[in-house]
């Protein structure tokens, strides 16, 4: 090795069956708007997040730019960040979720259905409706 030098590569580098697939997924993407409709859907969440953080003051800030948004929390002693994680996979709901932080991500999948969204909003607008009204 030392003689001749350390080579790498690796199994599918130059691969042309891998490019005529990644062509193809772009293509598909372009001509069925997915792009559009991730940032629609991403533009619509985020705008429905923020009206809950005007609402609830256990809401921080909601922010993010496409399917990847974040929702950052105002923890209290009586309703720590890992309730409302727990509250929203009870409901079905798997968001993001990191202990030693505030920060909820959310990724939904770029199919997802838009009554799925509401029906995301309305829980999350109904767990924060009885913690605050716990306080």
């Known amino acids: ?34 792009i559009e409709r991730g940032n629609a859907i991403g533009t619509d969440l985020l705008a429905r997040l923020e009206q809950l953080a005007q609402k609830y003051s256990l809401i921080k800030e ?5 399917m990847l948004l ?21 409901e079905g709901f798997i968001v993001g979720y990191y202990p030693d932080g505030n920060l909820r991500r959310l990724t939904p999948a770029l199919t997802i259905p838009e009554s799925d969204i509401s029906a995301f ?8 409706v009885k913690a605050e009204a716990t306080s």
């Open 1 to 34: 090795m030392e003689d001749s030098g350390f080579h790498y590569a690796q199994s599918h580098q130059n691969d042309p069956l891998g490019c005529v697939v990644a062509k193809e997924v772009i293509a598909v993407l372009r001509e069925d708007n997915w």
């Open 121 to 128: 909003v309305k829980t999350l607008d109904t767990i924060l």
């Open 70 to 90: 974040g929702l950052e929390l105002n923890p209290r002693a009586d309703f720590p960040v890992k309730a409302a994680y727990r509250a929203l996979l009870e």
């Open 62 to 66: 909601a922010r993010g730019r496409g």
